[in-house]
């Protein structure tokens, strides 16, 4: 099956929610206050509730009990509203192809972790829109739900593969494409802004690695997953390639600080969210 075919699949199988779209486009509008986007939050009560927990959790260390959606935005932000928005969205894609070849516990919590990484990584390194990096953590490797999904059989061969190559190498090997990339041509369907999705598709891109920052960051922040959640594989991958050393100015104590990072943080929001 091509990468398009599975493309298409999950566009016919989960549509982003309305909600995404009329949040970005308020946030977007200089017009818009926090009572606008208050008004499309409260619109979901399962969303508002979520929300008010985000605001008030160990997250935030508000220093009083945050008890309208207003002032939670306030305490938020819009933009990382919005993340929080597409993480739960996330959560709810992840279980639309739940399949019996893949933990999704597990699943959720490595993408989260991916995502607190990814976030921590590009918070030192001062780069745009840090926030942005936890969403793109958890939806890298989204597509890896919906090949096991789709192509059950093939899907298996895939994990059958004794081999000690990196994942995204057996990937291209058994499908032509890495998930990575399948996972950002999912979300670029799914009009996120190009600021997700085009990271995410070239995660794995080796040239991109000796000019974009924002692709070394997400792809050293999945191999620091991979070794620490797979140790008894790929416990001594190479953290830095030569492309993203010479690309970011990061260092062992830095990665050391962003795993420690994520361990503390990741609970919390899989509490949250999942």
């Known amino acids: 099956m091509s990468l398009d075919k599975y493309v298409s699949y999950a566009a016919k199988s989960f549509t982003l929610p309305d909600i995404c779209v009329r949040l970005r486009s308020t946030l977007d509008d200089p017009r818009s206050s926090a009572e606008d986007i208050g008004e499309l939050i409260s619109a979901d009560p399962s969303l508002t509730a979520k929300v008010l927990r985000l605001a008030n959790s160990s997250l935030f260390r508000f220093p009083s009990q945050v008890e309208s959606v207003a002032k939670a935005i306030s305490v938020i932000g819009g933009e990382a509203l919005y993340n929080f928005v597409i993480a739960e969205t996330a959560s709810t894609a992840f ?34 829109g840090a926030e942005r990096f936890f969403v793109m953590g958890i939806l890298q490797n989204l597509s890896e739900l919906v090949v096991a999904k789709k192509e059950t059989k093939r899907y298996q061969s895939y994990l059958n593969a004794e081999t000690n190559v990196l994942p995204h190498v057996n990937q291209l090997e058994h499908f032509g494409f890495t998930f990575a990339q399948c996972s950002g041509i999912i979300l670029e369907n799914w009009c996120l802004p190009i600021g997700l999705y085009y990271p995410v598709t070239f995660m794995n891109d080796e040239a991109k690695h000796k000019s974009d920052v924002d692709i070394c960051v997400l792809c050293l922040a999945n191999r620091i997953t991979v070794s620490q959640l797979n140790k008894e594989s790929y416990a001594d991958i190479e953290l830095f390639t030569p492309e993203i050393a010479n690309t970011v100015s990061l260092n062992m104590e830095v990665i050391s600080n962003s795993i420690e990072y994520a361990e503390q943080e990741t609970a919390k929001i899989v509490s949250l969210i999942h």
Request: aromatic letters at 12%; charged letters at 25%.
């Open 95 to 128: 279980k639309r192809f739940d399949t019996r070849l893949i933990n999704l516990d597990k699943h959720w919590y490595a993408s989260v972790y991916c995502g607190m990484v990814s976030k921590s990584l590009a918070m030192r390194l001062n780069v745009r």
